[in-house]
């Protein structure tokens, strides 16, 4: 009885022992769970305290066209900056701001100064393409205007400077001429007529040179009637120019090489021809210095025509 009093006592001890570590597991997780919460809540704030500290990226500035286009209200102000900018030799912001500023103004008496500052802004920055094309257009647009002769002389001024080098297409350099034989023929007592014929004299020496190249090119490719039908187109194109000498020399050296190489039926005619050539360096070019090398060929030349005359008196 005593045994199973103590049995009883025992499986109620055990009991209670673990409604104990039952109610103590409660009480942990229960002290747990906030303290997790806790944490996260305090996380969060710390984020956004640190983003709203931290300094916001400067953003590059961006100029809109659309939002800051002249209008007729505000066309005196950009009208106002535009020459300040003129003025400050500040030509591609000056140029960009005439150009929206050309079409407001048109129909009032602003817009022929406008056009001419816009195109020397243009020119000034050495976009000469573009000057003259705006040039151009104001000798068109404003032929009775004061600035009109100024205006012709910038432009062929411009056209001249986008001439290429002689050994390119030289259709610009035929055109430039062109242009300043006009504004020559239109102001003929202009103040511009030394830098005119400047460029003219550049503009003919540059086609002049070109030409000789082909000629040379004739003579060293053994094409020698053509160098000698570029010899003669040259003469009459360019009489009075300073590559004259040059020209007559490789004539010299064509009919020279030509008359060595040609048969014995034709090789006397040519001799002759080149002895010609010879003549005309030492007669126009006394002082030239291809006069030496000429004499010389012109000795060995004349020795070999001696030699035909005798067999012809034989």
Known sequence: MVKKTCNILLVILLAFAVDVCAADFRGATDTIIPKT????DTIKPKTQAQ???????KKKKTVSRTSKRVT????????ARALKYYNNRQWLSAAGLFEELYPLSLGT???DTILFLFAHSYYMNGDYNMAAFHFRDYVRRYPNSDRTEDAFYYCISAVYKTCPDYYLDQSNTHYAIEQINAYLQAYPENKHI?????????LRLKLARKDLEVMKLYYNTDHYEACQISARNFFNKYSYSPLMPEAVYYLVLNNYEYA??????????R???CLEACEKMSVNFPDSKYIKETEKIAQDVTKQLEKYTKKSTN
């Open 37 to 40: 919460q806790t944490q996260a």
């Open 51 to 57: 983003k709203s500290t931290a300094k916001p990226e």
């Open 72 to 79: 007729f209200e505000s066309f005196d102000q950009y009208y």
């Open 109 to 111: 008496p602003r817009a």
């Open 194 to 202: 030394e830098e005119c014929n400047e460029m003219l004299d550049d």
């Open 260 to 269: 060595k190489r040609s048969t014995e039926r034709k090789k006397q005619e």
């Open 271 to 273: 001799l002759k021809a």
